[in-house]
């Protein structure tokens, strides 16, 4: 089904247009006509299936033919769980919403206070934004949530998975009733939970169930190794070598390891980096636009630290751990093959996480093809990273300001008892 056979606005297919879009994913073809007869939406749907543009879509149309003018109190708000899918949400909507009025606010934690809060006090059509900030924003009184239209809820599963449930509630109950306003929730499953938050908040949903691909595609060619803890960075480096890859993801289970394969590959000369929880919001959104960018070649990452990271053209997908959730193996090498480009999937399953390679081959519904490392592929003769620095304890002096308060007080000698005393 082509775009052209719907019934959207000439300044929304206008942005349909820029970006270069033409037929209907199976999500859009059964979500966007629902949408468009004012219906509730709660639509199944991962990652990479073009969710994003099917709501966007249906919101600008809705807001078009609505009318309006622009002020300090929105009248939609897309909720997402992760900054970095704030960002690509807003990045999608400025090529979509090209040719609309709309002004666009993200809002998220981690960058400039003040001017989010000011930004948000000169007028924004539609606020995309995690719960946190946007409830202090809120509770500030900053900006009032009785003009609201549509609610838009993406990656609703993950809203429960990373804790955010209780804020996202206390958003949904200071809107409008669901009578007078559309809601469309977007989930890669639509469990219990998220059903029971749908029918709290939302007007006798429609439900769209695209199931998930569990060969993720005919494009992504799968190897998987079988290797030794020992081996796996000497077959690694090897890889990379044999293979040469433009762009690759690296996963790894968690954030320490992740930090220690960055510091190993950098010291053998990979232009690479980290991404998880802890990083400033700044260098973060610096990262990726390097990584997309083609500065860094590698990037390594934590299944939770990675989640609404849109980078297209990813070479390589390395799973140098084996995810202990099938989804998870899913949606990693998920991150290749996008827009119809071929990929590859490498997976390095060690003597302590290959007991979970038996569920994943099960939920896959067959074997991934698997090897042993030949000789010629391990490189032993890697440079060691030079050890990470411990921060100073809390309450304790660094040397560098032992040595300057010694300069400033040095210590007065003592004096020995006087002879004959």
């Not at 003018?69 to 929105?74: L, V």
């Not at 669901?178 to 890669?188: D, G, I, N, V």
């Not at 093959?337 to 490498?346: E, H, V």
Request: glycine share 6%; proline share 5%; charged share 30%.
């Amino acid at each position: 089904m082509k775009f052209t056979e719907l019934d959207l606005p000439a300044e929304v297919l206008q942005g349909i247009n820029a970006v270069g879009f033409s037929e209907l994913t199976p999500v859009q073809e059964q979500s966007i006509p629902l949408a468009l007869a004012g219906k509730d939406v709660a639509a199944q749907a991962q990652t990479g299936t073009g969710k994003t543009a099917a709501f966007l879509i249906s919101l600008f149309t809705r807001l078009l033919r609505s009318g309006g003018r622009t002020t300090a109190n929105p009248r939609a708000l897309i909720i997402a769980p992760t900054r970095e899918l704030v960002v690509q949400i807003c990045a999608d909507a400025e090529g979509l919403g090209s040719g609309c009025p709309f002004k666009v606010q993200p809002i998220f934690g981690g960058v400039d206070y003040e001017k989010q809060r000011q930004a948000l006090r000169n007028g924004v059509d539609v606020i995309v934004a995690t719960p946190g900030r946007l409830i202090d924003y809120y509770k500030q009184k900053v900006f009032a949530l009785d003009r609201i239209e549509a609610v838009i809820i993406d990656e609703a599963d993950r809203m429960f998975d990373m804790g955010f449930i209780r804020d996202l509630r206390f958003l949904l109950r200071k809107l409008p009733s669901y009578e007078k306003r559309q809601t469309m929730l977007f989930s890669a499953t639509l469990s219990q939970r998220v059903m029971e938050l749908a029918y709290e908040f939302m007007d006798i949903a429609e439900k769209v169930r695209i199931e998930p691909e569990k060969m993720t595609a005919d494009r992504v060619e799968q190897i998987l190794y079988h290797v030794t803890r020992r081996e796996k960075f000497p077959l690694l480096l090897g890889l990379i070598r044999q293979e040469k890859p433009q762009r690759t993801l690296l996963f790894v289970n968690t954030k320490r390891e992740a930090e220690h394969l960055a510091d190993k590959l950098k010291a053998n000369d990979c232009k690479a980096a980290v991404i998880s929880g802890d990083i400033v919001q700044r260098k973060r959104m610096r990262i990726l636009d390097d990584f997309k960018a083609g500065r860094l070649n590698f990037l390594v990452a934590t299944d939770v630290a990675s989640r609404g990271i849109h980078v297209e053209d990813v070479s390589h997908v390395i799973n140098y751990d084996l995810p202990q959730d099938p989804e998870d193996y899913v949606h990693r090498i998920g991150r290749t093959a996008r827009a119809g480009a071929m990929g590859k999937a490498i997976t390095l399953a060690d003597e302590e996480l290959v007991f979970y390679l038996a569920d994943i081959e099960e939920y896959l519904g067959q074997k991934i093809p698997s090897t042993f490392p030949e000789d010629d592929q391990l490189v032993w003769n890697y440079k060691r990273p030079a050890p990470r620095k411990k921060p100073p304890q809390k309450g304790r002096p660094t040397e560098g300001e032992k040595r300057r308060r010694s300069r400033r007080h040095p210590r007065q000698k003592q004096r020995g008892p006087k002879s004959g005393s």
